[in-house]
C-alpha cells in the first residue's frame, strides 16, 4: 500500500537547520509531484514547497532562500533542507505525492518541527 513516512523532525533553536526527509513506496515515486506541506498549531495548512519529476522547485515566499527541496528518485525519497530557522517555522510538516492526471494525492502522517530557544 501507499506510504510516505517523515522523519527528521525535532526541536531547534532560532537560526539553526533541520533536515527533514520523506520515504515514499507502493506508487510509482518518479512521475509524482513530491511536496512539503505544513500547518502551524491553529492555522490551515500551508505549502512549504514542491519539487516535480524532473526536479523543478518552487516555494512559498516565507521560505524562499532558507528551505531547499530535493529528491532521489532512486532510493525514493524526497528531502527539506531548512536553514535559518525562525519561530514562525514551527509546525507538523507533511510529505505529498501528487499525480493529477489521475487525480492520486497521498500523505504522510507528518513530523513535527519546533524551533524555540
Known amino acids: 500500500q501507499v506510504q510516505l513516512v517523515e522523519s527528521g523532525g525535532g526541536l531547534v533553536q532560532p537560526g539553526g537547520s533541520l533536515r527533514l526527509s520523506c520515504a515514499a513506496s507502493?506508487?510509482?515515486?518518479?512521475?509524482?509531484?513530491m511536496g512539503w506541506y505544513r500547518q502551524a498549531p491553529g492555522k490551515q495548512r500551508e505549502l512549504v514547497g514542491r519539487?516535480?519529476?524532473?526536479?523543478?522547485?518552487n516555494y512559498a515566499d516565507s521560505v524562499k532562500g532558507r528551505f531547499t527541496i530535493s529528491r532521489d528518485n532512486t532510493k525514493n525519497t524526497v528531502s527539506l533542507q531548512m536553514n535559518s530557522l525562525k519561530a514562525e517555522d514551527t509546525a507538523v510538516y507533511y510529505c505529498?505525492?501528487?499525480?493529477?492526471?489521475?487525480?492520486?494525492?497521498?500523505w504522510g502522517k507528518g513530523t513535527l518541527v519546533t524551533v524555540s530557544s
Open positions: 505529498n505525492a501528487d499525480r493529477p492526471l489521475l487525480g492520486n494525492n497521498y
Open positions: 507502493g506508487f510509482t515515486f518518479n512521475f509524482y509531484i
Open positions: 519539487i516535480s519529476s524532473t526536479g523543478t522547485t
